[in-house]
């Protein structure tokens, strides 16, 4: 059975992936990415993993993957096929593509994890059908995937859809980026759990406790809730005044609350847009499969838009 490898390497974990040409999920798995071993071992596990991957696909299928597709985090070089930078990680112009393609002897493509998971939720997931769409995962951090005709947006710089660095509360709290004020130092899951465990004085406490305080009515998570709704809605805002996309994706952890995020949020974008046009606003369908079904899609387009020889060049 024709396959590809799929692998979505994240700052403590790596979930893999042998996906089918209809983009079934044949086979997962799951391995520590071990960043404590430092940048090398990293790169080193991964590339023994892929092989592993190689040859459960040999094993299960009676043939090797025809091609592979990965996705990271950090300042990624996708044309280039380099894994420019990830602080996480620790590694520096990793050259990921050449690599893996040298380990597996097929066409390699490198995406940004969030752009690749974007992907994904675009054509087959919660944006499928949208010929314009954004995708915004609130984790750790925020970003976003900006989708158009089935391709995600890369920026001429690598930089596009970096919604977490809009500065939503000028002046505000500093952002390790070196402004003051921006998006996700307010509505990404992680700051709803710093400011719920301070709140509540409960150091262990998250963004999904605050949100089911939220939903049992305490008046100091509905305050720290809808801050970070409100602070969430005024960079959705400016996000689609700019790029009038038809479908809003919301994921990550705090897309995780349902309705008690998507309800107060749906209201907050109405109420501040004028001429804008309001997308269908919806949850991620995809949950944490989107990376390597992304990484996956992005292998099989190499076989559909390109020679193998340029590819792994």
């Not at 089918?20 to 086979?27: A, C, F, H, S």
């Not at 409100?230 to 996309?245: I, K, R």
């Not at 994921?251 to 949020?265: C, I, K, W």
């Amino acid at each position: 059975m024709r396959h590809v490898i799929a692998l979505d390497v994240g700052g403590t974990g790596m979930k893999a992936a042998l996906v089918g040409d209809g983009g079934e999920l044949l086979y997962q798995d799951r391995r520590a990415t071990g960043r404590d071993r430092g940048p090398e071992a990293v790169v080193e596990g991964l590339l023994g993993f892929a092989e592993e991957l190689r040859a459960e696909g040999v094993g299960r299928f009676g043939e090797p993957a025809v091609a592979a597709g990965i996705a990271v985090p950090g300042i990624v070089d996708e044309a280039g096929g380099v894994a420019v930078y990830s602080a996480n990680l620790g590694w520096r112009d990793v050259p990921l593509r050449d690599l893996l393609a040298a380990r597996l002897g097929v066409p390699v493509a490198l995406g940004h994890d969030v752009r690749t998971g974007g992907l994904a939720e675009g054509r087959i997931g919660a944006g499928r059908g949208a010929d314009r769409f954004l995708f915004v995962p609130l984790g750790t951090g925020i970003a976003g995937a900006i989708g158009i005709d089935g391709r995600v947006e890369a920026g001429a710089h690598g930089f596009a859809g970096e919604i977490g660095h809009i500065v939503v509360r000028p002046g505000g709290t500093p952002c390790p980026c070196g402004q003051r004020g921006c998006l996700e130092r307010y509505a990404s899951a992680a700051a709803v759990s710093d400011a719920w465990a301070a709140a509540s004085g409960r150091p262990g406490a998250d963004a999904a406790d605050c949100a089911k305080a939220v939903a049992s009515g305490d008046p100091d998570a509905v305050r720290i809730w809808q801050e970070a709704v409100d602070a969430l809605a005024d960079g959705l805002v400016t996000a689609l005044t700019l790029l009038d996309p038809r479908t809003l994706i919301i994921g990550g952890g705090l897309a995780e609350a349902g309705e008690t995020l998507f309800s107060p949020l749906r209201d907050a974008v109405r109420r501040r847009v004028t001429f804008q046009k309001v997308p269908s606003l919806v949850p991620a369908a995809l949950g944490d499969t989107a990376g390597c079904l992304g990484a996956g899609l992005l292998a099989r387009d190499l076989l559909e838009t390109a020679d193998p020889s340029e590819v792994t060049a």
